[in-house]
């Protein structure tokens, strides 16, 4: 908070009052409206400096800039931050400035930035979907960082950038099964639509000949060795004109089907 306040009275006295609002602990819902409503809306106030209270919640997909005064130590609370403004419509492309400290082979600022940027690849990606491995990981890290310092963190990297490329696979597995399942479901109801529209097949006989054989007068054949099959075949008072019967049902008139789909299924050549 201390730091915040700080930030915005630095920048209020280099670019003015007005130019500048915050987000931070201590301000009312309303005050923290008031501000965001300023910032979107006025042109001549340009800068939002935010908190930790600023991490969650907020969409600020109309900011063209993020700049980073710090690093969290928590890799998903980064990956909040940079949340808010890296969000589904926006057109435009985030750019972010980050203060990574001093650069000395032994800044461990600089190792965790390198760590993030590299190991992680947080300003590259989402890493949204490694949650529960940076969870596990970060406590392993602490570790390194007691122990060897920056270099350990430093070695770190490309076990992260192996560790991460396994977990994204096994994402992809269980998303794959999940989709295996989803199909299933569906699949169970679809085939349980269709076993119910099969059992209708004496329904939907009755219909059809009703139109085939009545009024378009054509003759029911039935095949001699096994009764359920039948075609159709046009006799002399057939309504359909012989052009369109023999450019459109010459391939189908000779075959014999059935409307009950189990039966079309075990008799070899059986049309349904």
Same mark, same amino acid.
């Given at each position: 908070m201390q730091t915040c306040t700080e930030i915005v009275r630095y920048l209020s006295n280099r670019f003015g009052e007005g130019t500048i609002v915050s987000h931070q602990v201590g301000q009312t819902p309303s005050q923290v409206e008031e501000n965001l409503n300023r910032f979107k809306k006025d042109p001549k106030c340009f800068i939002l400096v935010c908190d930790s209270s600023g991490e969650e919640g907020r969409n600020l997909q109309f900011t063209n800039y993020m700049i980073c005064f710090d690093l969290p130590w928590s890799p998903n609370r980064l990956e909040q931050r940079i949340g808010r403004i890296d969000r589904i419509g926006r057109l435009l492309k985030v750019e972010f400035t980050v203060f990574a400290g001093v650069d000395l082979p032994d800044s461990l600022h600089d190792a965790w930035y390198r760590l993030l940027k590299e190991g992680f690849n947080i300003f590259g990606q989402s890493i949204a979907s490694l949650q529960f491995y940076v969870d596990e990981k970060l406590p392993l890290l602490a570790e390194i960082l007691f122990k060897s310092g *920056?270099?350990?963190?430093?070695?770190?990297?490309? /076990? +992260?950038?192996?560790? +991460?490329?396994?977990?994204?696979?096994? +994402?992809?597995?269980?998303? *794959?099964?999940?989709? /295996?399942?989803?199909?299933?479901?569906?699949?169970?109801?679809?085939f349980q639509a269709l076993d119910d529209y099969d059992a209708r097949h004496q329904e939907i006989q009755q219909v059809t000949e009703d139109w085939i054989c009545d009024a378009l007068r054509f003759q029911p054949i039935t095949e001699p060795n096994f009764s359920i099959l039948k075609r159709y075949k046009p006799t002399g008072n057939t309504l359909i004109p012989a052009n369109d019967l023999s450019s459109n049902f010459a391939e189908v008139l000779e075959e014999f089907g059935t409307f009950n789909r189990r039966v079309a299924n075990q008799q070899l050549g059986a049309k349904v």
């Open positions: *920056a270099n350990g963190l430093l070695e770190s990297i490309e /076990i +992260i950038q192996k560790e +991460i490329q396994q977990e994204q696979v096994k +994402i992809s597995e269980q998303n *794959a099964l999940d989709e /295996i399942d989803a199909l299933d479901e569906n699949a169970t109801q679809y």
